[in-house]
């Protein structure tokens, strides 16, 4: 599945830490920190994946969520949410494909995710 990946995260922390784990599984990573930036990353790469986290100043990830969807040529491409805690979904972060949480094994839950886009992608590659 190895494509371009993109991490939206207002923590350089999380940005870093995901962007490597995706690096070093093959990923091209490109970075912002929060949806407004996204979206304008969106304009020159075509990510095969997003991972964002929730609450950024400036744009939210449910409103870059929002955006997505509502765009045929992004609505497609697998979210998955950074949420703060395991506390689970709100009605909006139900858009995304997975959850995982900061407070729990960051990079297991991106393996586990990774695992289950990959998995998404293959049965749909299949069944056209």
Do not use: W
Not at 9 to 20: A, E, F, H, N, Q
């Amino acid at each position: 599945m190895p494509g371009v990946a993109l991490v939206v995260d207002d923590s350089m922390l999380i940005r870093y830490t995901v962007s490597r784990f995706l690096e070093e599984r093959g990923f091209a990573v490109e970075s912002a920190s929060n949806g407004l930036e996204a979206l304008q990353v969106l304009d020159r790469a075509k990510p095969d994946l997003i991972v964002t986290d929730m609450q950024m100043p400036k744009m939210s990830g449910s409103e870059l969520i929002t955006a997505l969807k509502g765009k045929p040529e992004t609505a497609k491409i697998p979210i998955i949410i950074v949420a703060g805690r395991a506390s689970g979904f709100d009605e909006k972060e139900k858009r995304a494909d997975f959850a995982i949480y900061k407070d729990i094994d960051i990079e297991g839950q991106l393996e586990k995710a990774l695992e289950a886009v990959h998995c998404k992608a293959s049965k749909k590659s299949a069944g056209k």
